[in-house]
């Protein structure tokens, strides 16, 4: 699942990746950018937590055209005159004035890093709305963003998470330079499908997916086993097509004529009546019922 | 026979449209007869199906008008949002008005997703739709081959049964027609195209949350809806969805804090919709976000304030999606609370302990029991140990019985 998500067929939707201070999440977000910025895409950065020169870093320098960086790294706050882009700007308004700079054909993506600085100085509410108005769609195609889960309270987090569609969270592998992903994607028709998967990402920020881990034995929700009542028995219950053949060809006990049906069905008045004659076997006898017991 | 022979007799062209008996049922001329209610009968409240049959069974035979049904909802809004969508198709085909307020998704893409009826029972007014009859034998006789001479019988119930038919069933894997759909007639209130302002003031109430309140006084007002004005001829019912009170996107902050600034928010809302409630002919079903609200007082005093109130636990992404007890379920479902409308007491359920599994045709609530314990251990290690005890031999693990 990792890898489809990383094709970025998801249109209009929230890609949210939650890393705590274990396992840190921005190699994977550096690799959906280089993911997206391979497809030819037009990449929007806002960046709070780290500088440029270290988010471009392992970035291949040929696709840099696509991708506009937003220095909100230097001072987010406004405290200088001079600053690109504060937290404060973090609103639809802002946001599509911010994207009407870069004029461009196609609908961008919108990479945030990271959201938990944002969450930490605008109202949770705001930035909820915020997200939503992005979502539904005009300027930005997809958005994907970054939260700690460790500097926010679970309310906060759990909001949040409630408007992505599909949500990543990684946590520390068995082996060093391996990570756990926990992916969950909720389709529009409200069906739910998660996955764990064990990852690894390489010095060209390119995702190798490894095999699940052996001890979270837990079944894939669309893979259930079709149990096949016919299978594993001593007599054969199963039929070949002329048995079948023969079996539609069969005559019907009651299967009448066309005629004949529709005589029945059609039938006049009378046709209910029963009329019968008992004969001599049977005993008519009302008094006495048992009267042909032989005791 | 089990097919009454009198109906055989007539022509096709002297049947009557629908009818297949002259059994009429004797209904009080006083009360209310509103298409899909039915009065309760353990106290004559007028109810109204829930669009999930064992839901309705839960709490004491439907939905009492006048009442809010709050639905705690489980971690991924996927069976919240599935039993919303039962509620609202219920109303679409007992021709009820429906009232939509959402802010994650617009109520009109709620509305297209709603399940489609399973036919057979639902009369569908199109003009020219004939029920089939055997006016031309030669079709018809190839439909069913063995119960042939059951085919004259219309495969529609009259109209009457269907339309005071409490309580349908929906096939989850379809969606409703656009034709049943549009017939219904409805309100939206969708949140973004109202603005939220900054929370500056510190008034108990939200702009969103008044902005609703608002808005659906004024839709009850205009359509009849209202008690204490006077009704019109034709009475309907109006039903009320509301989606994900309490969240984020209200503009409210109940889910976020700990200590929220606007404590007393959603609880007012809920007050001020109670009380509009019972004075129209009107039911509400509303969605709270539970599991992110961290305040387990706050979430008590909600549930007290609304009258119904079911939560939901679903199994997917928890630890006890594993539990070989749970794997034909889907999830849990806890009754908070049930109504005292006009009695003293209430009717509880009889089992606590209830499951919840979405078939593609049916929602189905039932008790959760453990399976019986057919492991051959278990009573012979009881067995031995006691022969131990009695014998106090070595061969005691010899003796079989």
């Not at chain 1, 890093?113 to 930490?120: A, F, K, M, Q, T």
């Not at chain 1, 109202?123 to 963003?145: D, M, R, S, Y």
């Not at chain 1, 039929?239 to 539609?248: G, M, P, Q």
């Not at chain 2, 009109?108 to 739709?129: C, K, N, S, T």
Request: aromatic share 6%; net charge negative.
């Amino acid at each position: 699942m990792l890898s489809e998500l990383l094709q970025g067929t998801d249109i209009g939707g929230f890609l949210l990746i939650q890393d705590s201070c274990t396992y840190c999440g921005r190699d994977l977000l550096k690799s959906f950018i280089e993911a997206a910025l391979n497809r030819e895409e037009v990449v929007h950065v806002l960046g709070f937590d780290v500088s440029e020169e270290e988010l471009k870093d392992g970035l291949k320098s040929s696709v840099f055209q696509g991708l506009h960086f937003h220095n909100a790294f230097a001072d987010p706050l406004g405290w200088t005159d001079n600053s690109h882009f504060t937290v404060h700007q973090f609103s639809s308004s802002g946001l599509a004035e911010l994207l009407k700079q870069t004029a461009q054909s196609k609908p961008a993506t919108l990479v945030i890093d990271s959201l938990s600085w944002i969450l930490r100085h605008v109202t949770p509410t705001a930035v909820c709305h915020t997200l939503q108005q992005l979502k539904k769609g005009g300027a930005v195609k997809t958005i994907i963003g970054l939260l700690h889960e460790d500097m926010h309270s679970r309310g906060i987090v759990g909001s949040v998470c409630r408007l992505a569609t599909s949500f990543i969270s990684v946590a520390p592998g068995t082996k060093a330079d391996e990570g756990l992903a926990k992916i969950t994607r909720r389709s529009k028709s409200g069906k739910v499908m998660q996955d764990e998967q064990i990852f690894s990402i390489r010095k060209d920020l390119t995702v190798t997916v490894l095999s699940k881990p052996t001890n979270f034995g837990r079944k894939q929700s669309n893979t259930e086993e079709q149990v096949d009542p016919t299978a594993n028995l001593t007599f054969n219950l199963r039929l070949t097509d002329s048995e079948r053949e023969a079996k539609e060809k069969l005559a019907l006990p009651f299967a009448f004529s066309t005629e004949k049906k529709t005589a029945l069905l059609h039938s006049g008045p009378g046709s209910g009546k029963i009329l019968y004659e008992p004969d001599a076997n049977d005993d008519y006898d009302q008094e006495d019922p048992d009267d042909d017991l032989d005791v | 026979m089990a097919a009454p022979v009198s109906s055989v007799d007539k022509t096709p062209a002297e049947c009557s449209a629908l009818n297949v008996t002259s059994f009429q049922k004797k209904t009080r001329s006083k009360s209310i007869s509103i298409p899909g209610t039915r009065p309760s009968v353990q106290n004559g409240q007028l109810l109204v199906s829930s669009g999930v049959t064992s839901l309705d069974y839960l709490l004491g035979g439907g939905l009492a008008v006048g009442t809010v049904l709050l639905i705690e909802e489980d971690r991924y809004d996927s069976f919240s949002r599935m039993i919303f969508k039962y509620f609202l198709a219920e109303g679409v085909v007992c021709r009820h008005e429906l009232f939509v307020a959402a802010t994650q998704d617009d109520p009109d893409d709620i509305l297209q997703e709603l399940p489609a009826p399973i036919l057979d029972d639902v009369a569908i007014h199109r003009p020219g739709d004939q029920p089939r009859m055997s006016c031309e034998p030669q079709d018809t006789l190839d439909a069913m081959k063995i119960a042939w001479r059951y085919q004259n019988l219309p495969k529609v119930q009259s109209a009457l049964a269907s339309s005071s038919r409490f309580g349908h069933y929906y096939d989850v894997s379809k969606i409703m027609e656009p034709e049943i759909r549009q017939a219904a007639k409805w309100h939206r209130f969708y949140h973004p195209e109202h603005p939220p302002l900054s929370s500056g003031t510190h008034s108990p109430k939200l702009e969103s949350y008044s902005a609703l309140l608002k808005s659906l006084r004024e839709v009850i007002r205009r359509e009849g809806f209202d008690l204490n004005a006077p009704l019109p001829k034709s009475r309907n019912i109006l039903r009320v969805g509301l989606h994900s009170l309490g969240s984020a996107l209200w503009g409210d902050d109940l889910c976020c804090h700990d200590n929220p600034k606007n404590v007393h928010a959603l609880t007012s809302f809920l007050y001020g919709l109670r009380a509009l409630l019972r004075s129209s002919l009107a039911v509400a079903v509303v969605t709270v976000p539970s599991h992110l609200i961290q305040d387990r007082a706050l979430m008590g005093s909600i549930t007290r304030l609304c009258d119904n109130a079911i939560a939901l636990e679903s199994f997917k992404g928890s630890e006890r999606e594993t539990n070989p007890l749970y794997k034909d379920y889907h999830g849990l479902l806890h009754v908070r609370q049930v109504p005292r409308l006009n009695c003293l007491a209430s009717q509880l359920p009889d089992h606590k302990d209830l499951a919840f599994k979405l078939k593609r045709k049916q929602f189905t609530i039932e008790r959760l029991h453990l399976p019986p314990d057919l492991s051959e251990t278990v009573s012979r290690v009881g067995k031995g140990e006691s022969a131990a005890a009695a014998c106090a031999s070595s061969s005691a693990k010899h003796l079989d019985f």
